[in-house]
């Protein structure tokens, strides 16, 4: 299905955000942003980004970073919940630029729908 309400779950439930969270910790892991984009792009929807699809993620990803390292406050919004404990050698605006980037994948129709 593909329903606001559903949109409204995979947006707002905890569960999402600490699995965006989780996820975008591991994009850190990597030198490389798109490469730790691609890998989780994979592992959520089963097939490669397009060429656009990864331009679109890593210009997402880097408006965010912007975003957080100009009001550090809001980066509690997408790291502050849940049971998992961020290590701390990473960045916290770089996680949650990841986790928003890894929550547009996971609302995107190619994870949400197999066809």
Not at 7 to 18: C, F, G, K, R, S
Not at 84 to 99: D, G, M, P, T
């Amino acid at each position: 299905t593909n329903t606001p309400l559903q949109a409204l779950v995979l947006l707002n439930d905890p569960t999402y955000n600490e699995c965006a969270m989780v996820m975008g910790a591991d994009i850190s892991k990597n030198e490389d942003p798109a490469s730790g984009l691609n890998e989780a792009f994979v592992s959520l929807t089963g097939r490669y980004p397009k060429p656009q699809e990864m331009d679109v993620l890593l210009e997402l990803r880097e408006r965010q970073l912007k975003r957080f390292r100009e009001d550090p406050e809001k980066v509690k919004g997408w790291i502050g919940s849940g049971a998992y404990e961020l290590e701390r050698k990473f960045s916290k605006q770089e996680v949650a630029a990841n986790a928003v980037t890894v929550s547009t994948i996971m609302n995107a129709d190619a994870t949400i729908t197999k066809r």
